[in-house]
């Protein structure tokens, strides 16, 4: 029986998915929590002036927590993609629509979080911040990019639930991590609505524990082997 490459390299790809399913989501726990913190006792960053007054009063927790969340973004892609390959012949339509939904959220969410290492520097130059708002939010109102923003808000919330449901479809997995995977979703709009950031602290580290159990299953399932298909001639030949 030969074994086919994919199935020599098969190991080497589960721990690298695995590593990056038990890492990224932990960048948000970080992110949000940093979050959670400097706005504590009141600010926030829903707008332009507000963000600019939250990183002049914090600016190193600011571009910490926000390098924790690029990092998590980069990292979500392949562990989206690990969780994807647990599931494999299981994987059903709903779990691929959250799936790729969750990629492009994690993508534009990228783009988002470095946007807010811009508005520190703004912050700490100085100057006029009349101008620093009008140029923050022509940067958000620009009609070319503002679909990244819906993008992201979507697949943040629909596309994690999707996921997770699909997990919990797929038996895969323990079903409280699949429950935790979707938590994030009703936590984060809980948060928005109530006004505490705290909910989404919760919420991520939920989702954090649940994707690390996902990563964990991945890691120690057995070794996928597969067999070439002998040519006729070979066979005949045998």
Avoid: K
């Avoid at 926000?66 to 494999?88: C, N």
């Avoid at 159990?213 to 057995?222: E, F, N, Q, T």
């Amino acid at each position: 029986m030969n074994i086919t490459p994919e199935a020599r390299t098969d190991r080497a790809r589960r721990v690298g998915l695995a590593l990056a399913l038990v890492t990224a989501p932990w960048g948000f726990v970080v992110g949000n929590a940093s979050y959670a913190i400097i706005t504590l006792h009141g600010g926030s960053d829903l707008t332009s002036r507000d963000a600019l007054a939250l990183a002049g009063a914090h600016p190193l927790a600011y571009r910490l927590g926000g390098l924790a969340a690029l990092l998590g973004s980069i990292l979500m892609v392949p562990a989206v993609l690990g969780a994807m390959r647990l599931m494999h012949a299981r994987l059903s339509r709903i779990g691929l629509i959250g799936g790729i939904l969750m990629i492009g959220a994690y993508v534009c969410y990228f783009a988002l979080v470095y946007q807010s290492f811009i508005t520190t520097a703004m912050a700490q130059q100085g100057g006029s911040l009349g101008n620093y708002v009008a140029v923050l939010d022509a940067a958000a109102g620009d009609p070319l990019t503002v679909w990244v923003t819906a993008l992201f808000i979507i697949g943040n919330i629909v596309g994690t639930f999707l996921l997770g449901f699909a997990l919990l479809r797929a038996g895969v997995v323990a079903r409280w991590a699949a429950y935790a995977v979707m938590s994030w979703s009703l936590l984060h709009v809980v948060g928005i609505i109530a006004g505490s950031e705290w909910f989404e602290v919760v919420g991520a580290f939920l989702q954090a524990a649940g994707l690390t159990a996902v990563g964990l299953r991945l890691l120690h399932r057995p070794m996928e082997v597969a067999a070439s298909t002998p040519q006729s001639g070979e066979a005949a030949a045998a």
